[in-house]
């Protein structure tokens, strides 16, 4: 059944204030979120933090099977954190290496994971080494099939990169990792919310994801999944009292699952708000979503490859809702601010944070679209670039 677009838009309030094309960047909440938020921050100015958390713990709980229920897996394999970055540090900096030891990643890969990988690369002598594209730039599995041996200890890979409009084959990384033994970390930061997930298909042994993106939930919200096999063998980077018990002076226990990646303190509304958002995207279901966005970053694709002083620049064989455009002679940063004048939200990925893609060479205009834009708002900016 095709998504109800008219509903959709109904449900957020956005909408009728801006053509919102920085969806990867940070999506409009369903009003129903930002109630759910609200509401819970009332109730804690009423009641009391603890005391409204203690009220509220089912809503909490939900979020987890929401979240489960999202990525296929079981509530004790989730931990909810502030970020996806923060969840993906966890997962990563709670393995070990040694020198020799090789990681393989992705000419994809997120500034902040780079850099994760390039500290620990050099504290600990590992090596980071970065997949070849296939012809459409997206991972190529021939590369890493041949790479994959016994010295590769991790293999940490962007679902969907936050500069170009493709998708990795993360099944078929996930495939060859499996028969090798190696560990496979998944950064789903930008396909959560977009794109049908399910770990136990996608084959990853991690996956991290933000709340604010695709998922429309509150910002300050993330989580990391982490396969029962895996998470009880893995210390974490840093213990508190919720992830980690004090059984004695000079003794403690990590908790089990994923909860020892976790904090004690959260933004509760935060939580109970991405709940809220993983229910609604649910609701809709990820193949509605990911049809309705595939075929409207397709239009806008289209409609601007029609335009002589534009130049598209998404690769990849299979698309998605992100797009990327240079318009000619003018600063990618100007034309997302002029286009920011005429009530049109799109942003800017930058050459120096895409540092492992030889493809990435100048910033470009990114707009990045949901299952609520319209054909009427891509016209919008199409007659808003400069000409
Ligand atoms: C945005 C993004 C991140 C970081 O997410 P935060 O919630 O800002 O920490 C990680 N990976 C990719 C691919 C992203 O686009």
């Given at each position: 059944m095709p998504l109800d677009v008219d509903r959709a838009r109904r449900e957020t309030s956005g909408c009728r204030e801006v053509a919102h094309l920085n969806n990867a960047g940070a999506a409009l909440p369903p009003d129903a979120v930002t109630e759910a938020v609200i509401d819970h921050l009332?109730?804690?100015?009423?009641?009391?933090?603890?005391?409204?958390?203690?009220?509220?713990?089912?809503?909490?709980?939900?979020?987890?099977?929401?979240?489960?229920?999202?990525?296929?897996?079981?509530?004790?394999?989730?931990?909810l954190v502030e970020n996806a970055t923060r969840a993906w540090d966890m997962a990563f900096y709670s393995l070990s290496f040694s020198p020799g030891d090789r990681i393989l990643t992705s000419t994809?890969?997120?500034a902040s994971n780079a850099l994760a990988l390039l500290q620990v690369?050099?504290?600990?002598?590992?090596?980071?080494?970065?997949?070849?594209?296939?012809?459409?730039?997206?991972?190529?599995?021939?590369?890493?099939?041949?790479?994959?041996?016994?010295?590769?200890?991790?293999?940490?890979?962007?679902h969907v990169p936050t500069h170009g409009g493709l998708v990795n084959p993360?099944?078929?990384?996930?495939?060859?990792?499996?028969?090798?033994?190696?560990?496979?970390?998944?950064?789903?930061?930008?396909?959560?919310?977009?794109?049908?997930?399910?770990?136990?298909?996608?084959?990853?042994?991690?996956?991290?994801?933000?709340?604010?993106?695709?998922?429309?939930?509150?910002?300050?919200t993330g989580f990391l999944?982490?396969?029962?096999?895996?998470?009880?063998?893995?210390?974490?980077p840093f213990l508190d009292l919720h992830s980690a018990s004090w059984t004695g002076p000079d003794t403690f226990t990590v908790a089990p699952g994923a909860r020892r990646f976790e904090t004690w303190e959260g933004n509760v509304a935060g939580k109970i708000g991405l709940?809220?958002?993983?229910?609604?995207?649910?609701?809709?279901?990820?193949?509605?979503?990911?049809?309705?966005?595939t075929t409207v970053a397709a239009t806008l694709r289209e409609r601007l490859r029609e335009l002589p002083h534009v130049q598209v620049h998404d690769r990849g064989e299979r698309l998605c809702g992100i797009v990327t455009f240079s318009?000619?002679?003018?600063?990618?940063?100007?034309?997302?601010?002029?286009?920011?004048?005429?009530?049109?939200n799109t942003?800017?990925?930058?050459?120096?944070?895409?540092?492992?893609?030889?493809?990435?060479?100048?910033?470009?205009?990114?707009?990045?679209?949901?299952?609520?834009?319209?054909?009427?708002?891509?016209?919008?900016?199409?007659?808003?670039?400069?000409?």
């Open positions: 009332r109730l804690e100015a009423r009641i009391g933090g603890y005391e409204a958390a203690a009220q509220a713990a089912e809503a909490t709980a939900h979020t987890y099977s929401a979240v489960a229920e999202l990525l296929g897996c079981a509530d004790t394999e989730v931990a994809a890969e997120y690369a050099q504290r600990t002598g590992a090596r980071i080494e970065v997949l070849a594209d296939d012809e459409h730039g997206q991972v190529d599995l021939t590369d890493l099939a041949e790479r994959l041996d016994s010295t590769v200890k991790l293999v940490a890979v962007t993360a099944e078929g990384i996930g495939t060859l990792t499996r028969a090798a033994g190696v560990p496979f970390l998944l950064d789903a930061c930008q396909s959560a919310g977009q794109l049908p997930l399910d770990v136990r298909t996608l084959g990853c042994d991690m996956l991290s994801a933000t709340g604010r993106k695709f998922l429309r939930g509150p910002r300050g999944y982490v396969a029962e096999s895996l998470a009880d063998r893995l210390q974490p709940g809220v958002a993983v229910d609604h995207a649910l609701q809709w279901g990820l193949p509605a979503i990911a049809e309705r966005i318009v000619h002679d003018a600063a990618s940063a100007d034309v997302s601010a002029q286009l920011r004048r005429a009530g049109i942003s800017v990925t930058t050459a120096a944070n895409s540092r492992f893609d030889p493809h990435a060479q100048q910033d470009l205009v990114r707009a990045s679209v949901h299952y609520y834009n319209t054909t009427d708002e891509i016209d919008q900016l199409c007659a808003a670039l400069p000409r």
